[in-house]
Each structure stands twice: as C-alpha cells, then as structure tokens.
C-alpha cells in the first residue's frame, strides 16, 4: 500500500478529516501533498508524528514516501487527465483504484460526456464513503448533478447542485470562486432544462458580471454561449449571434475547446434559422473538426445531424445516414441525441410499419436509460405520431406518461425544446 492509500486508509478508520489528521504537527496542506506524493521531504518532527500516526518504523515510511512506483503511476495518471478517450480512462479506473481525490474525481468528471454515467454514479459512491473536506465535498455534489444533467433527470440535477451551494460559505466562496461559478452556472443548466424562467436573465447578467470580476474566461464563454441560447429560444437571432462572437472575441487560448466547439455549432444553428445556409454551414464545419481535434464523439455526432439538415442528399439518402447516427448515438448512451436524430429522420420516412420499428427502438433505449426529460418529449411525439394514425388507446397512454413527466419537472413542448435538448448538455 502506499503512502496516500495508506494515510486515507488510517483516515477512513479513525473517522478524521485531513485537518484533524494532521493536528498540530503540519498544515493540511502539507498532509494533503504528502498524500498525493507531491511532497517527500518532510521535517523531522512530521517524520516522527507520521510514523505514530502509522504505525510505520522510519525504513517503511522512507520506503512508502520514495517509491518510485507509486510516482510512475501518478505520472501516468497525469497524463491519463489530459486524455479524453473513455477507453483510458476506464483502464485507468480500473488500474489505479488507491487513488481517490482528486484524480478519481476528475476522471469521472470526464467520463460524464463519455456516456459512462453509471460508471460515474459507481466511482461517486466510493468516494462518498471517504472522510472528506467541504470544497471536496461540493464537488462531488457538482459532479452529481452533471452527471444527472447527463442522464437528463434535471430535477435531480438540480436538487443535487442547489445541495452544493447550501455547503458554500462565504469563505469558500472566497477561496473558491471558479467552484462558485461552476455551480451557479450549473444551477441555470437545469433550471433552463425545467422552464424555470424567473429572472433568468438577471441572473445570467449577475454570474457574466462575476466572471469578468474574477477574470475567469473559461467561466464567461460559458455563459455568453448560454446567455445566447435565451435569445435563440426568443427567435432574436441577431442578439443571440452577437453574444456568440463575443464568446470567440475572448480568443481561442481563453476559451476552453469544447466551449469553442460548442460555440461555433450555436453560430450554425443561428444562420441555419436565419436562412443563411452557406454560413450555417460554414460554421458546422468549423464546430466539427475542432469537436474531431479533442476526441468529443457526441460533440461530431451533433455537428454530423446539423450537416445532414443541410445536404442536399435524396430522401433515401439520408434516412439512411441517420439512420446511422442514430444507432451511433445509442452506442454513446446519448439519450437526447439519438431521440433528435430520430426526429429529423421521421418526417422523411414513407413506410409507417418501419417508423413503428424506430419508435419502438428509441422508447426501449430512452427507457433502460430511464433520460426522464428525453422521454417526456419522446412520449409526446409517439403519442401524436399514434394519434394520426388511429391508434387512441396507445397514443392516450402515452400522452399520459409525457404529461407525468412534464408535470413533475413543470417543462412543456415549446418552439424549441428539441434544440434545448441537443445542444445544452455536453456543454458543461
């Protein structure tokens, strides 16, 4: 066992947090560092007061604080944070189970997008079990609602990150600003999700303003790209584009890449509703090959539908193609991806017996991945689709299944609620 399993292990038994773990002999931060093996010279006295605390003689704490393997692997586990292929990354969980904050964390975190969010719910509940600090203790909460976000449960999502704000003092807030922002932003994630509108608006407009304060751009483009959306959803697309290039004003070494990529994706969809097709395409193109460059499957599936919008392809043609996508969505896990791509295909089908094939498809993919708020809309749609063609029992039981949802999460069937659905979630 080494040196930082070790010291979690003698915290998780003696039920102590790393500050009453350390005592008077160090500062947390120290313990924390020893932990994490990035410190390895220690005074004498920390020496001493960790062999007691160990129960270590001097030899095995040497041996534990310099072992060279437990270095390599964090070196490996460095580079393994930067990477974006959940292949590693599972690989990685199950290679290095001794490391928990926040490296476990932070690999969870970047499986989310993955689609992996059962596997992310699993690594979320051994952490729990571990004695934590109260920032460590509002990421895991952040973490869980996106990861809810992810499974489009937003109600879920956002009892989880109103649950992380309630542990924010004003000292963490302070000391933690980027974690205050990450929540807040979140917090309107869901609650755009769920049509809880009031003071929207003012809302977005305080956290831009806190951005800008704490001069964190990764932070603003977030919500300049979200503040756009509003505007897009209220048709005033030329406020909604401004905002956008706003977002890429801020210059591509501030703007984090997926908000890059997102952003030039929310640049096409504009001009695709303002008629500027060249331009919508344009920036698909662009919003593609950057989502390509950091390995954002779902990101390049969701430029992929846009671009199918825009062929000029025969009917049979991209039926097919979306086909495709679709069944590449549900290889993803991506709930709302693959419900959008089976909207767009819909229409373009003439054979009702292969259209019955696909709903039922999508209901028995939505459903095992119980994405709550995907299958509110899904429902409504099957429940119109039945509607027109005579089947009243089936489409009665189905509008009451969406009407249970919509009600619980008090979101009903907008103008645009399956643009909300497609482009919100792989943002955060």
Known sequence: MDIGALIRSKRLELGLTLEELAGEQMTPATLSNIERGKTVRIKPETKHYLMLRLGLSEDELDEKMYNVTYHEQRIQLYLLRKTSDPTQLLEAFERYTEFQFPTRLTLAQKLIPAGHTDKVDEILQSLRKLPVKDIEQIRLKTT?????????KPAAALTAFNEADALMTTDLIEAYTEDHLRIKYNQLLAEKKLKVLDNYLTKLDYLIELAEKAESSKFLSKLLVLKSRFFTDSKDYEKAVELLYRCLDLGSYRVPPHTSATCWLNLGFNFLLMERLDLARQCYETSKSLFENIGSKIGVLRTKMNLMKLSEASNEQKVEAYEALMYEAMTYRAAQEAHTTFRFMQPLLSDVALCYKYYEEVCKFLEDMQAEHTLGSFYFDYATFLEK????????????????????????????????????????
């Open 389 to 428: 063609h005579g089947q009243m029992t089936d489409a009665l039981y189905y509008f009451k299944a969406s009407m249970r949802i919509f009600e619980h999460s008090r979101h009903f069937k907008g103008d645009n609620y399956i643009y909300d659905d497609y482009t919100e979630n792989q943002e955060n």
């Open 144 to 152: 869980e609602g996106k990861n809810r976000l992810s499974q489009s």
